[in-house]
Structures are given as structure tokens and as C-alpha cells.
């Protein structure tokens, strides 16, 4: 009778196992001395209950220099990704991140400014920021609350005019001026294109944000996520550390260095145990002359020691681990004029 009931409970046992699905185990990216992905790589997240259905798409964030791309978009995810200074073109490169809720997920493209400059960088730069318009569901163009269009105003509506992305207009700053502005600003816009939808936003306080979370949402298709619900960028921690190092140099050296620096970390290595972990980190910044390597050092290694310093906290809270942070500076002459250097310093076509 006992071999019987054992015979039983082993073929209830077999049949469990034919009617549950196997689960993929997670995978966790390895870390290594080049840095691993900002976040973990694991299964898909399901779909949600049984009739609810799921939005997923690409958004490309496009605007003028310093009208806030860069910090709507880390407010729209919850955390900071993006560089952000009070310096135009701090952008140079389409980050992607993403966010995800029970709505779906989003998959944010930050471009650098729309902006005609003259070196092979800022080439790089505006058809970075052309190209997304190709890639994705919606586009939100970012614009300050002024009334009146300027001839760059002209040029980005052109270039909106000229595909076939849905897009939103976003008025960004509404916290600066007072309501009857900002109406006069919608007013100015409305009939310069067929916006599926115009929302005034501020970056820095967050009115407005979800309902253009909501927005976004509306316009975007039906569709599985693209990525895990817990990542938040596809970017290397080793990207996010030269853009948090380049950050910080932007912020501290104000208008004493032009936006002619970039960073290239060296490497990027771990040691200890879990418990008390430390990544040491060899960064250099790369400058375009004598005169300014000697200002990003400063009077006796003060200004690289406030860059580093100010670095090394942000790239801990990323890391959640203790940085040892070592900054070099090096002189590339003219490096954003030379297609070469440029690849060396990251700024590539992605895929």
C-alpha cells in the first residue's frame, strides 16, 4: 500500500512538472576591468494580467541647446542618467534609457541640442539628434515658453515637419513665468504644426510630468517590453562614469574651459569583498590646450581635486560601492575635428 502511494505522489509529481513551465535562470552580467551594464540582465517581465494590454516604443527627446532635454529625462525616469550644466551641448551623444510601470515601458532617446556647429563633433552631434527621428514611435520637442520662434525654431519645426513621427510639444519651464505666458506660448505654436498634443512641463519641479507620461503612453503601440522591468539604461557603468567625471568639470570650470574636454576611462577595476568592495577607477580628461590642462588642474591640483571629489560621490551612489577615483589630464590638439580621435573617445554611430 506505502509503494502505492509513493507511485501515486510520484506521478502527480511528473505531471505537475509537465503543466509548469520551465523558468530561464537570470542572468547577471559579469563585471569586469571595461565595466558591466548599468543594470542587471534578466528575463523578460510578464505581460500583465490576462486582457490588460501593454505599450512599447522608442521616444526621442529633441530640443535647442540647455533647454532642459537632459534633466526632463532623468525626471521621467526617477533617476539621473543624463549629465546635466548649465552649459549648452552638455549632451553629446543619444543616451537611452528606460522606463517601465504597469502601462508598459518606454525607451527614452536623450539627443545632443539641435545645433549647426563647424567642427566634425558638432556634426556628429546634430546628425545624432536627426537620425533618432527615424527610429522611433513619438517625438517630444522640448521648447522653452516663448512666444516667439526663432530661426532655429524654424529649422527644428522643418525637420519635424519633414517625417512622419507623431509629435508632442513640450513647454518646458513653466515655473519661470506666469500662467497667462505660457497660453500665449501655446497659442504661438499650435498652428505651426499638427502636434498631437501640446503639455506645459517643468523638469525641475515635475508638474506636469505624468501627465506626459500618460501622453506618451497614449501614442505609443501595443507591445511586448524591450527590455527587463529593472533596467533603467543601456548605457556601461564605464559610459556613466566619464559622463558623471565630464559633468562635474563642466559644472566647476564654468566658462574658464569650453566644451572642447571629453573623458576616457583608463580602466576600471574591483577588489575586496562584497561587504566592502572597492572599484578603482583611472579616468583622463582630454583637453585641446596647454592653457586649459592647466586650468582643469588648477593651483596646486585644486580644481582636479573638487572634479574628482565631487565625481567620486556621484560613481559611488551608482556603483553602491566605495571609488578610489584617479583623474589624469592630457592635451589631444584639435581632437574634435579628427574622426579618429573621436571614435577613441566613444562618439560612434550605435546600432
Not at 533618432?132 to 522640448?142: G, N, Q
Not at 565630464?246 to 562584497?274: C, D, F, N, T
Not at 565625481?311 to 574622426?339: G, Q, S
Request: charged fraction near 30%; charge should be negative.
Amino acid at each position: 500500500m506505502e509503494r502505492e502511494q509513493q507511485g501515486d505522489r510520484k506521478q502527480n509529481e511528473e505531471r505537475q512538472q509537465q503543466k509548469t513551465p520551465q523558468q530561464n535562470t537570470p542572468q547577471t552580467a559579469d563585471r569586469t576591468e571595461t565595466g558591466g551594464p548599468a543594470a542587471e540582465v534578466r528575463e523578460q517581465p510578464e505581460s500583465g494580467e490576462a486582457g490588460v494590454s501593454v505599450k512599447s516604443g522608442f521616444v526621442t527627446i529633441l530640443g535647442k541647446p540647455n533647454v532642459g532635454k537632459s534633466t526632463l529625462m532623468n525626471t521621467l525616469i526617477g533617476q539621473k542618467i543624463a549629465i546635466t550644466s548649465y552649459k549648452p551641448q552638455t549632451t553629446r551623444d543619444r543616451i537611452r534609457t528606460i522606463y517601465t510601470d504597469e502601462r508598459g515601458q518606454i525607451v527614452f532617446l536623450d539627443t545632443p541640442g539641435l545645433h549647426r556647429g563647424k567642427s566634425k563633433l558638432d556634426a556628429y552631434m546634430l546628425n545624432a539628434a536627426q537620425s533618432t527621428l527615424k527610429e522611433v514611435d513619438l517625438a517630444l520637442w522640448l521648447v522653452e515658453p516663448r512666444a516667439k520662434l526663432d530661426e532655429e525654431d524654424q529649422a527644428a519645426l522643418e525637420l519635424l515637419q519633414s517625417c512622419k513621427t507623431p509629435v508632442i510639444l513640450v513647454i518646458n519651464k513653466i515655473d519661470s513665468v506666469k500662467k497667462e505666458q505660457i497660453l500665449s506660448v501655446i497659442a504661438a505654436y499650435k498652428d505651426a504644426m499638427d502636434f498631437a498634443e501640446i503639455i506645459p512641463v517643468s523638469a525641475r519641479t515635475r508638474a506636469g510630468v505624468e501627465d506626459l507620461r500618460a501622453a506618451v503612453f497614449a501614442h505609443l503601440p501595443e507591445g511586448e517590453p524591450f527590455y527587463d522591468e529593472e533596467t533603467v539604461t543601456d548605457e556601461t557603468q564605464r559610459d556613466i562614469a566619464a559622463e558623471i567625471i565630464r559633468e562635474k568639470a563642466l559644472r566647476l570650470l564654468q566658462e574658464e574651459v569650453p566644451h572642447g574636454i571629453a573623458v576616457l576611462i583608463e580602466s576600471m577595476k574591483w577588489r575586496g569583498r562584497k561587504v566592502d568592495e572597492i572599484c578603482d577607477i583611472e579616468a583622463t580628461i582630454i583637453c585641446e590646450r596647454d592653457s586649459h590642462k592647466g586650468i582643469i588642474i588648477g593651483k596646486g591640483g585644486a580644481m582636479l581635486r573638487k572634479i574628482g571629489t565631487a565625481a567620486r560621490i556621484d560613481i559611488e551612489n551608482m556603483l553602491e560601492c566605495r571609488v578610489n577615483l584617479k583623474i589624469f589630464v592630457k592635451v589631444r590638439r584639435d581632437w574634435r575635428d579628427d574622426l579618429a580621435q573621436l571614435g577613441n573617445f566613444g562618439y560612434r554611430e550605435k546600432k
